[in-house]
């Protein structure tokens, strides 16, 4: 049975899934492979910087944008629910558009409620560990494998929200306490990263919780690596702005999409026979 680090096995009790919400016969989430969290991180860098972008642009302030976005992404997410198995084009535009909603969410709370970064972080914490456990005691299991119910479905995306939510706050939090400039924050969470595989793969820890620690820390890690590439260089970052650094994200993220699409190298077994399913 797979689990959510590629070659990893699944922890006793996560793969047996109840038989709740509407049945598909097929999942509707990724295989975790290489192209996953590559496209994971580029999603998440795109977050932060089309967020800033649209919010600099648009004129309808922080709440207009947030409401805009949200409405846009409940579009897609229809869209994404009313799939019948994974499709590449709908399920990463709907991950990159709660990236940027995620984003703007812990922005509201922190510039125009002024809410601690410490009240927000702790705040999208409780909310996604309520998840998880609403998630588990209704399905009995969380793992992303077993995503082939609406209701399951659900929960998988209302966490995934949280994630880039408290993901962005805690990144927030950690930048502004210890002041380590883009470079380095990137650098941190990279290692932080890396130390969840070695925990994974060396020590045996669960792979559905290190899928989803890492999950909540790639967002951070994104967010460094635009704000590195977007803001200017006597704040500490390249210069190329909002603009060059999402449109080069996006067409990147677009690549590997289409990729994909066509390969269909993220996908399980039963469904890569049969790429006619709708």
């Known amino acids: 049975m797979r689990a959510d680090f590629p070659g990893a096995v699944e922890a006793p009790g996560t793969s047996r899934p109840a038989p709740t919400g509407r049945r598909l016969r097929w999942n509707k989430v990724p295989e975790v492979t290489a192209y996953f969290w ?60 709660i990236s940027i909603v995620g984003t703007l969410i812990s922005d509201n709370l922190t510039d125009n409620l002024g809410v601690p970064l410490e009240s927000s972080t702790l705040a999208f914490a409780v909310a996604l560990v309520v998840v998880f456990v609403a998630w588990y005691r209704s399905e009995r299991t969380l793992s992303i494998h077993h995503v082939d119910t609406t209701r ?22 950690v930048a502004e306490r210890m002041d380590l400039g883009y470079w380095l924050s990137a650098g941190l969470f990279a290692l932080a990263i890396a130390a969840v595989a070695v925990a994974h793969f060396a020590l045996g820890l669960d792979a559905v919780w290190s899928f989803w620690i890492a999950y909540i820390l790639t967002r951070p890690l994104g967010a460094s690596i635009g704000d590195y590439l977007s803001q200017p260089t006597a704040d500490g970052g390249l210069g190329l702005g909002t603009v060059i650094t999402s449109v080069l994200f996006l067409a990147v993220i677009l690549g590997l999409v289409v990729f994909l699409t066509v390969t269909r190298r993220d996908v399980s077994d039963p469904e890569r026979l049969t790429p006619q399913a709708s």
Not at 154 to 163: H, I, K, N, P, Q
């Open 152 to 173: 399951r479905e659900s929960f998988y995306w209302l966490a995934v929200l949280f994630t880039f939510a408290l993901g962005t706050a805690a990144g927030d939090l």
């Open 38 to 97: 590559v496209i994971k991180v580029l999603c998440t860098t795109v977050g932060e910087t089309a967020a800033d972008l649209l919010n600099e642009k648009l004129g309808l302030g922080l709440t207009g944008v947030s409401l805009l976005m949200s409405v846009v992404l409940v579009a897609v997410l229809v869209a994404q629910f009313r799939t019948r198995a994974y499709r590449p084009g709908i399920y990463w535009l709907a991950v990159a558009l």
